[in-house]
T-cell receptor, first 114, second 113 residues
Framework: AQKVTQAQTEISVVEKEDVTLDCVYETRDTTYYLFWYKQPPSGELVFLIRRNSFDEQNEISGRYSWNFQKSTSSFNFTITASQVVDSAVYFC???????????FGAGTILRVKS | DGGITQSPKYLFRKEGQNVTLSCEQNLNHDAMYWYRQDPGQGLRLIYYSQIVNDFQKGDIAEGYSVSREKKESFPLTVTSAQKNPTAFYLCSSSTGRRAYEQYFGPGTRLTVT
């Protein structure tokens, strides 16, 4: 069965610090997709990024960057120069083998203090 | 604007009553999903539907029921058989094809006393 582990339950940083959110996954698939979502206090999940298993290039989008390493089954998310607005719950997810469902990690609560 | 609506935002019910949560989408998506979120447990899948008039149980379907009579709508009923119904409920939709992200609604917080 597929599984996603986000070992960090909660992280607190001071504004402008860099922070990395860890995501480790388990799957028997050779083709799979990984996702990161952000859940701000309003409650609605916002899609951040999708990565397929054949593309191990790191991706950068503004202050956000993602490091995908198949060798360690990890898909970590780094926020550079964090801001208060980054405070949210972040979820990592993996699509199920039948491609119809997502398996979510437990989420990491990020608190950025000014 | 295209998106997913869930209503109401907050819902209060007495124990023993069934309650139906609304989810509507105008994204022309084939697939729709219901999740339950409890503190520290992430999102757990209740039911999902890939096509009208068809749906499948997720990981925690007991005590819940759904229908999918229209492509745009996927209501969830929390029955009195659900032992711990107080939670945050999220609805989402997607094209249903692999690799495509799910779009989420704003959620409904249900409190049963």
């Amino acid at each position: 069965a597929q599984k996603v582990t986000q070992a960090q339950t909660e992280i607190s940083v001071v504004e402008k610090e860099d922070v990395t959110l860890d995501c480790v996954y388990e799957t028997r698939d050779t083709t799979y997709y990984l996702f990161w979502y952000k859940q701000p206090p309003s409650g609605e999940l916002v899609f951040l990024i999708r990565r397929n298993s054949f593309d191990e290039q790191n991706e950068i989008s503004g202050r956000y960057s993602w490091n995908f390493q198949k060798s360690t089954s990890s898909f970590n998310f780094t926020i550079t120069a964090s801001q208060v607005v980054d405070s949210a719950v972040y979820f990592c997810a993996l699509d199920e083998e039948d491609g119809n469902k997502l398996v979510f990690g437990a989420g990491t609560i990020l608190r950025v203090k000014s | 604007d295209g998106g997913i609506t869930q209503s109401p935002k907050y819902l209060f019910r007495k124990e023993g009553q069934n309650v139906t949560l609304s989810c509507e989408q105008n994204l022309n998506h084939d697939a729709m999903y219901w999740y339950r979120q409890d503190p520290g447990q992430g999102l757990r899948l209740i039911y999902y539907s890939q096509i009208v008039n068809d749906f499948q149980k997720g990981d925690i379907a007991e005590g819940y029921s759904v229908s999918r009579e229209k492509k745009e709508s996927f209501p969830l009923t929390v029955t009195s058989a659900q032992k711990n119904p107080t939670a945050f409920y999220l609805c989402s939709s997607s094209t249903g094809r692999r690799a495509y992200e799910q779009y989420f609604g704003p959620g409904t917080r249900l409190t049963v006393t």
